[in-house]
């Protein structure tokens, strides 16, 4: 199984920031879809963001478009999401998804 990994989730207070990065293989990075998902305490996982590997279209579900944006970085075989203007409620472990490939899972929480 292709090995994809998250970084940088943590502690932040409501209104802050945080980016969450995913390095995946290359041939995997530039040739599938990749999405990120957030899986609340309790919750099934749910669809955050994703960007098109045909257009690099990108999209994100109600709860997070404004605040939340996907990217990549070709050159460094990276996905990022940033997330601004955080809430209690985006609290949850956010997985990084390539193809049909899942990390680990990063931690984020958003409290006071």
């Known amino acids: 199984q292709e090995h994809v990994m998250e970084s940088g989730g943590g502690l932040v207070q409501p209104g802050g920031s945080l980016r969450l990065s995913c390095v995946a293989p290359?041939?995997?990075?530039?040739?599938?879809?990749m999405y990120w998902y957030r899986q609340a305490p309790g919750k099934s996982r749910e669809w955050v963001c994703s960007i098109a590997i045909s257009d690099g279209s990108t999209y994100c579900t109600d709860p997070y478009r404004g605040r939340f944006t996907i990217a990549k970085d070709n050159a460094k075989n990276t996905l990022y999401l940033q997330m601004n203007s955080l809430k209690f409620e985006d609290t949850g472990v956010y997985y990084c998804?390539?193809?049909?490939?899942w990390g680990q899972g990063n931690q984020v929480t958003v409290s006071s």
């Open positions: 998804k390539a193809g049909d490939s």
């Open positions: 290359k041939d995997i990075f530039t040739n599938r879809n």
